[in-house]
C-alpha cells in the first residue's frame, strides 16, 4: 500500500483541519473503490484515482484559504495571513521581493553614506552649539575654506561675547622619523583652546597648556590613538618622550582616544601660536562654541558688528567680505553635500521605480484574485477590512523587501566606500549601519509598502461584488489596464531622468579624460620630498642636496631625462601670487600666477614646448644674472604685440638689484591646479636661483622612463635613501597622480550610471510584466481579431504600438522632468551643457529600444495564440 | 470529442456544481463528480481535486450547506445540498451563460 501511504501523507503533511483531509480522502476512497469493482487491479486502480485527483495540495491548500477567509479578525490574522498568501505564490513573492530589495538596498546604502557624513553629529559634545567662525572676500582667488584672518581672530576672541571660547587650527604634514620607516604623516596645528572648545579630553596624559603656544614650550605633541598603535606599539610609556618630527623633538604629552579624528585624520596634534605681526595674512579656520543662551543669529549679528571696525584683507574691498557663522559639519562636508544629495534623488527613482513595479504586479495579483476578495465581500467583510488586509501583505512585501536590502546593503556600503576617492568624501571612517539607517529603512519600508499597496487595493475592491463573481467585466478591465500604463509611464520618466543624468555625467568624465593637460604623462615617474628646516636650514644646504639627487638620477639606467619642479602642476598644493613689472605698470586686479621653480631639464622631461627665447640651462646658476621665462598666457596678457623676451620682473614686493628677474622665453600654459580649468599663466625660475628655503624644501624630482615608470621605481628609492635615509619615500607615477584628479569625476559617474543602468532594467521588468499580462487578459480578444482574420503580424504589431506608445509617453514626460531636474548636475559637468541634446537624443534611444526589447516577447506570444483555444477558454 | 480539461471549466464550475445539486439534493463531492461527468457524457471531466475549494468556497458564500452523514460504503463524508441564495445564484449563472453562449455563436458565425 505504498502509494496509498505516500498520498496520504500529503494529506497529513501541514496543520490543516483533519475534517478536510477526511473529506478528500473519502474522495480517493470511492473512486479506487470504484476502479475497483470496475475491474482493475488495487494498484491501477489507486493510480487512476490519484490522476483524476490532480494536486490533492493544492485542492487542500485552496479549500483551506476557502474557509480561512472568514476567520480573519485581528491583525496578527492579517499577517498569518499574508505570509500564507505570499507563500501561495512564490513566484509573485520572489519577484516582488528582489525588486524591492534592489531599491532598498541602493536607497539604504547610499542613507548610510549620507547619515555619517551629513547627519551624524560630529562626535563633540553638544556639537549643535559648535560653530565656525567666518569672515573673509567672496572674491577670494582660491576656493577657500571659512575662516578669520589672524589678526581678526585675535581680535574676535578678546571681545565676543557669543562664545564660550574659539579656537583656530590648520592642517599641516610633517616627516616621522625615528619609529620605523621615515613617513611623511598629517598634522594639525591647534590653539591650546581647540580641545576645550570642542570639549575632547586626552585617553592618556593631557591636552595643550596655554603657555605651550609659545616659542621655546611648543615642542610638544598629542598623538592619535591610530599613530600610537601604527608606530608606538601602543606603548603607555611613550608619556613624556621626544618623537622627531621635520627632525625636531617633540615630547608627547597626550593621547587622544580612538574616535576623535578632527579636523580631518591626523597623525599628530601640535600647538599653534597665532603671530600678531602685520605681515600675517593667513587665514584659518575658527571654531567656536556658543554661549547656551546665545543663538546662531544673535552670534551672526554680533560678529557683523565686529567686522564693520575691521580693515578689509590686502587687496580686498570691504563690500567683498562676507560674515558668516556656519555649523562646524561644514568645514568637512560643505564639498560633497550637493553630490550626495543628487545620489540620493537618484536612488530614490530607482526605488520608485521598483515600487511602481510591485504596485503593477499587485494589480495584476487583484485581478487574479478577485474572487476570493468577492467571497470575502459576499460573506460581510467590509471594504475596509479587505483593504486593510491587502495593505498587511504589501507592507508585508515592503518590509521582507527592505530587510534583504538592508542585508544587500552592507555589501552595497561596503563597494560604495572602496569606490570613493580617498580624499573625496570625509568622515568616511564614520560611515557604518546605525539604528538611524535601520529605522530609515524600515520606515521607508512601510511608507512604500502602503503607498504601492494602497492603489491597488482600492482598485481590486473598489468595483461591485458582482463584477467578480460573474466573468471578468470589461470596464474594470480597461480600467485596470489604464493604471497599469501610467504607472508603466511614470518608470519610464523617471528611468530617463536617470540616464539623462548619468549620460551627462558619463559625456563629462569622457571630455575629462580627454583633457590635454599640456604636459606629456605617460612614462614618467615622480619622487617627492619635503626637506625639513632642522636638517636643512639654510638654502645651500637644501640646493646641495636637490643636485646631489638629480646627480645621481640621472646616471640611473632607464632614466632618459631627470628634472625637478618644486610644486607640481594639477597637485593639491600649488603657489601662486603675484608680481611686479619692471614699468611699474599694475597687473590686471586679481591677476595671479603660479610660480615654480624647476631644474633646466623640466620642460624637456614634461614636454613642454619653448615657443620664444630658450629654456633654462646650467649656466642659469646663482652667479649669473638672474632670469625667468614666462606662459604665453603672460606674455600675450602684459605685453600684448610685444616681444617679452628681455622685460624684467620681480616676485618680490621689495625688490633688491638681483630680484629683477629678465624674461628669456616663453613656454606653452599648462593646467596647473585644475585639469577642468584653462591653462593657468605661470612664471618659472630656474632652481639654482631661487634663494627662499620656502620655495626650495617641498620638491618633486621628475624623471622620464625608456620603460614603464615602475620599473625605476627601486632605483629612485635607492637614490634617495643613498643621500638622505631620514627621508620618507614618495613615488608615483605621474599618469595616476593626473588620474586622481578626476577620481571624484570618476566615481559618481560610476555611481549615477550603476543606479540609472539598475532603473532601466526595473523599467524593462516593468514594461514586459504589463504588456505580458495584457496579453493574457486580452487573450480573447485577440482570438476574436483573429479568427476574424487578423495576420500575426497585425496582432503582434498591435501590442507593440501599445509599448510605443507607453513609451513615447514617459519618454515626452522624462524628457521634461530631464530637462528640469538635470540642472542640479551644472555644477559637476565639464565641457557639457544640462541640456545637451545629443545626450537626451542618445538615452531616448536607449531608452526606447530598450522599452521594444521588452515589449517584443509579449507580442511574440500574443501571434501564437489560438483563436480557437483563445475563444473557448472563458 | 475530446475531453475538456478542467482549465476551460474555470467559471463553469460553479454554475455546474449548482445545476446538479439543485436537481440532485444532498451528494458528496464524490457523487457531484460522478454525476457531472455522466450527465456530460464525459466530455467535461473534472481534475476531481479542483472540486473541493469551489465547493468550501461557495458553502461559505452561502450558496450550499454541508453536512456530515455516513456513505453508501459506510464511511463519513461530507454532503452538501444548496441554499435559497444558491438557487438565486444559479438563476442569474444560467441566465449570464446563456448570453455570452449566443453571442459567442453569432461572432463565430460571422466570422
Known amino acids: ?874 | 470529442m475530446r475531453s475538456h480539461t478542467n482549465d476551460r471549466l474555470k467559471g463553469t464550475l460553479d454554475l455546474l456544481v449548482l445545476t446538479v445539486l439543485a436537481s440532485r439534493g444532498k451528494m458528496h463531492g464524490f457523487a457531484i463528480t460522478l454525476q457531472i461527468e455522466e450527465i456530460s457524457e464525459n466530455v467535461l471531466r473534472l481534475e476531481e481535486g479542483s472540486l473541493y475549494p469551489a465547493l468550501h468556497r461557495m458553502t461559505q458564500a452561502g450558496w450550499l450547506k454541508s453536512e456530515w452523514g455516513l456513505s453508501d460504503s459506510n464511511r463519513r463524508a461530507r454532503y452538501y445540498a444548496i441554499t435559497a441564495a444558491g438557487r438565486k445564484q444559479l438563476a442569474e449563472e444560467t441566465q449570464e451563460w446563456s448570453q455570452l453562449t449566443s453571442a459567442v455563436a453569432r461572432v463565430l458565425s460571422l466570422a
Open chain 1, 1 to 874: 500500500m505504498s502509494w496509498f501511504n505516500r498520498f496520504a501523507n500529503l494529506f497529513r503533511r501541514e496543520n490543516v483541519d483533519a475534517e478536510l483531509d477526511e473529506e478528500l480522502q473519502f474522495h480517493f476512497h470511492e473512486r479506487t473503490r470504484k476502479n475497483i469493482n470496475a475491474g482493475m487491479n488495487a494498484e491501477v486502480a489507486q493510480h487512476d484515482a490519484m490522476r483524476r485527483f490532480g494536486n490533492p495540495t493544492l485542492a487542500k491548500e485552496r479549500a483551506h484559504e476557502m474557509n480561512i477567509v472568514m476567520s480573519i479578525e485581528t491583525i496578527g490574522r492579517d499577517l498569518s495571513y499574508a505570509l500564507r498568501s505570499l507563500r501561495n505564490s512564490p513566484g509573485f513573492t520572489t519577484v516582488a521581493i528582489l525588486t524591492l530589495a534592489l531599491g532598498f538596498a541602493a536607497n539604504t546604502a547610499v542613507f548610510t553614506v549620507v547619515n555619517g557624513v551629513l547627519l551624524r553629529p560630529l562626535p563633540f559634545p553638544e556639537p549643535g552649539r559648535l560653530f565656525l567662525i567666518s569672515y573673509q572676500s567672496k572674491q577670494r582667488t582660491f576656493e577657500n575654506q571659512p575662516g578669520l584672518y589672524d589678526r581678526d581672530y585675535l581680535e574676535y576672541e578678546k571681545h565676543n561675547q557669543a562664545f564660550e571660547r574659539i579656537a583656530t587650527f590648520n592642517e599641516d604634514s610633517a616627516t616621522l622619523t625615528g619609529a620605523g620607516d621615515a613617513a611623511r604623516e598629517p598634522t594639525a596645528m591647534v590653539t591650546s583652546s581647540f580641545f576645550s572648545v570642542l570639549q575632547v579630553r586626552s585617553a592618556m596624559g593631557r591636552t595643550f597648556l596655554p603657555e605651550e603656544e609659545l616659542k621655546g614650550n611648543n615642542h610638544v605633541a598629542v598623538l592619535s590613538d591610530k599613530i600610537w598603535h601604527d608606530r608606538f606599539g601602543a606603548n603607555p610609556n611613550i608619556l613624556g618622550k621626544a618623537i622627531t618630527l621635520d627632525g625636531m623633538e617633540y615630547s608627547v604629552v597626550g593621547i587622544m582616544p580612538p574616535g576623535f579624528t578632527f579636523p580631518h585624520t591626523p597623525a599628530f596634534w601640535l600647538p599653534l601660536a597665532v603671530g600678531a605681526d602685520p605681515g600675517n595674512t593667513y587665514i584659518r579656520p575658527v571654531v567656536g562654541r556658543l554661549r547656551p543662551s546665545v543663538s546662531r543669529q544673535q552670534a551672526l549679528a554680533e560678529l557683523e558688528s565686529f567686522a564693520q571696525h575691521q580693515p578689509p584683507g590686502p587687496g580686498e574691498r570691504r563690500e567683498d567680505m562676507i560674515a558668516e557663522i556656519l555649523p562646524l559639519n561644514d568645514l568637512l562636508v560643505a564639498k560633497v553635500r550637493k553630490s550626495l544629495l543628487i545620489f540620493m534623488g537618484a536612488v530614490a527613482f530607482v526605488l520608485l521605480i521598483a515600487c511602481a513595479n510591485v504596485a503593477n504586479l499587485l494589480l495584476m495579483r487583484g485581478t487574479v484574485r478577485q474572487r476570493e476578495i468577492a467571497v470575502r465581500n459576499a460573506l460581510g467583510a467590509s471594504r475596509g477590512r479587505v483593504i486593510r488586509q491587502l495593505l498587511t501583505e504589501s507592507v508585508l512585501l515592503a518590509l521582507c523587501g527592505s530587510i534583504a536590502g538592508i542585508l544587500l546593503a552592507i555589501f552595497g556600503v561596503r563597494a560604495l566606500l572602496a569606490l570613493a576617492p580617498a580624499m573625496g568624501v570625509p568622515r568616511l571612517q564614520e560611515v557604518h549601519i546605525d539604528a538611524r539607517v535601520l529605522t530609515f529603512a524600515v520606515a521607508l519600508g512601510a511608507i512604500m509598502g502602503i503607498l504601492f499597496g494602497l492603489v491597488p487595493a482600492l482598485q481590486a475592491t473598489g468595483n461591485r461584488i458582482r463584477d467578480f463573481l460573474n466573468l471578468s467585466g470589461p470596464t474594470a478591465t480597461a480600467r485596470r489596464q489604464r493604471l497599469r500604463s501610467a504607472l508603466v509611464i511614470s518608470e519610464i520618466a523617471l528611468a530617463l531622468i536617470l540616464l539623462s543624468g548619468a549620460g551627462l555625467m558619463l559625456k563629462s568624465f569622457m571630455h575629462m579624460r580627454t583633457v590635454d593637460p599640456g604636459f606629456r604623462t605617460e612614462n614618467i615617474l615622480t619622487m617627492t620630498v619635503d626637506l625639513p628646516d632642522s636638517t636643512y636650514p639654510t638654502t645651500p644646504a637644501i640646493q646641495a642636496f636637490h643636485s646631489r639627487i638629480l646627480e645621481k638620477l640621472s646616471s640611473v639606467p632607464g632614466i632618459i631625462d631627470a628634472s625637478a619642479v618644486n610644486w607640481m602642476p594639477l597637485q593639491p598644493a600649488l603657489v601662486r601670487g603675484d608680481f611686479h613689472l619692471e614699468s611699474g605698470r599694475k597687473l590686471p586686479r586679481g591677476y595671479v600666477v603660479a610660480k615654480p621653480a624647476v631644474s633646466p631639464d623640466y620642460f624637456r622631461v614634461m614636454g613642454i614646448r619653448v615657443l620664444q627665447g630658450r629654456g633654462f640651462a646650467g649656466r642659469d646658476n646663482t652667479t649669473a644674472p638672474s632670469v625667468a621665462i614666462v606662459t604665453q598666457s603672460v606674455a600675450k596678457t602684459l605685453w600684448p604685440g610685444e616681444d617679452p623676451i628681455g622685460k624684467r620682473i620681480t616676485l618680490e614686493d621689495n625688490p633688491q638689484a638681483k630680484d629683477w628677474l629678465t624674461i628669456v622665453g616663453v613656454v606653452d600654459d599648462v593646467r596647473q591646479q585644475i585639469l577642468t580649468d584653462q591653462p593657468q599663466p605661470a612664471i618659472y625660475q630656474p632652481l639654482q636661483q631661487v634663494t627662499r628655503p620656502f620655495f626650495l624644501s617641498h620638491m618633486s624630482y621628475v624623471v622620464r622612463t625608456a620603460q614603464s615608470p615602475q620599473s625605476v621605481a627601486a632605483a629612485l628609492r635607492n637614490v634617495l635613501q643613498g643621500v638622505d635615509p631620514g627621508q620618507p619615500v614618495e613615488i608615483a607615477a605621474l599618469t595616476d597622480l593626473v588620474d586622481a584628479n578626476i577620481s571624484e569625476t570618476r566615481f559618481q559617474t560610476r555611481l549615477i550610471s550603476t543606479f540609472s543602468i539598475l532603473a532601466l532594467l526595473l523599467a524593462a521588468i516593468g514594461i514586459y510584466g504589463v504588456l505580458a499580462y495584457a496579453v493574457t487578459e486580452r487573450k480573447r480578444e485577440i482570438g476574436i481579431r483573429m479568427a476574424l482574420g487578423a495576420k500575426k503580424s497585425d496582432v503582434a504589431f498591435m501590442l507593440l504600438k501599445g509599448t510605443l506608445v507607453l513609451v513615447m509617453a514617459g519618454v515626452v514626460l522624462g524628457g521634461c522632468g530631464a530637462v528640469l531636474l538635470t540642472r542640479v548636475l551644472g555644477k559637476f559637468l565639464f565641457e557639457v551643457r544640462p541640456t545637451d541634446p545629443v545626450t537626451f537624443l542618445s538615452v531616448t534611444a536607449v531608452l526606447a529600444v530598450t522599452g521594444i526589447i521588452a515589449g517584443l516577447l509579449p507580442a511574440q506570444r500574443a501571434s501564437t495564440v489560438d483563436p480557437v483555444v483563445a475563444l473557448r477558454s472563458e
